[in-house]
């Protein structure tokens, strides 16, 4: 797995993207779904939910209730995603483009790769 914040989630886009048999899930926090450098093309992978599902077992994004322009763009993907049969996922925690999103966020994400410890058992 490899994940990322803010431009670090950028990175892991293009590091998980770039090497498919190397990571087998992508944690975005606080960043956009889209790769920075236009000069990389993965829309193969997109274009094939089976092989992308194949490939990624899981696309985990967030964000702080508060970055509303980053939520306004990012919900309405990963929903057609979802629907259109690829493993998205998208969660908001409450605050901005700060810590305490993201600490969720790497909780949540982590528990999704360690098959979904219960709340009471977790020491995250």
Known sequence: AVAGLSLGSAQAFVAAFSH?????????FSGALSVP?????????FSDKD?????LGLLYASA???????????RPWVE????????????TFEGFHEWSPWRK???EFAKKLFKEV???????
Do not use: C
């Not at 498919?20 to 975005?28: A, C, D, S």
């Not at 702080?64 to 990012?74: A, K, S």
């Not at 057609?80 to 969660?91: A, C, D, L, R, W």
């Open 37 to 45: 450098d236009l000069s990389l093309n993965y829309s193969a992978l």
């Open 20 to 28: 498919l048999e190397l990571f087998g899930y992508l944690g975005v």
């Open 64 to 74: 702080g209730t508060g970055e509303t322009d980053l939520i306004r763009t990012t």
């Open 80 to 91: 057609t995603m979802q629907k259109n049969g690829f493993h998205i996922q998208f969660e």
């Open 105 to 107: 966020s790497l909780r």
């Open 118 to 124: 219960p709340d009471h058992e977790s020491k995250l």
């Open 51 to 55: 092989q992308f599902n194949h490939e």
